[in-house]
């Protein structure tokens, strides 16, 4: 969990001076395909066979160019439904809508 929301943020910031708010197909930054190569590497990872969905979306999500900061719940919603799908009290995280105040 924690490699795949690194790695997301590492791909949202191209460069240090900038933030990716918009989609577009931005150069990664080093830092980016280095997160992103070690989130790659959990494919192969014997531990990680269970999660291999999870890290396959993780990858795509992390990987499109239609994903921007803004979408960083959104990225982090999927990624608990599909790691903790049975865990109900999670459902506050699931459920970005439920984040504001009322």
Do not use: C, G
């Amino acid at each position: 969990m924690a490699k795949s929301l690194a790695a997301f943020l590492a791909a949202q910031m191209p460069s240090d001076a900038s933030l990716r708010l918009v989609a577009d197909a931005a150069s990664p930054s080093q830092q980016a395909r280095q997160t992103l190569s070690q989130l790659e590497s959990l494919r192969t990872n014997k531990h990680y066979a269970p999660l291999r969905h999870s890290v396959d979306l993780a990858i795509d999500m992390v990987t499109s160019p239609q994903m921007t900061l803004r979408d960083a719940s959104l990225f982090l919603s999927r990624l608990v439904t599909a790691v903790f799908a049975d865990i109900r009290y999670l459902e506050i995280i699931r459920r970005p809508s439920l984040w504001t105040a009322a």
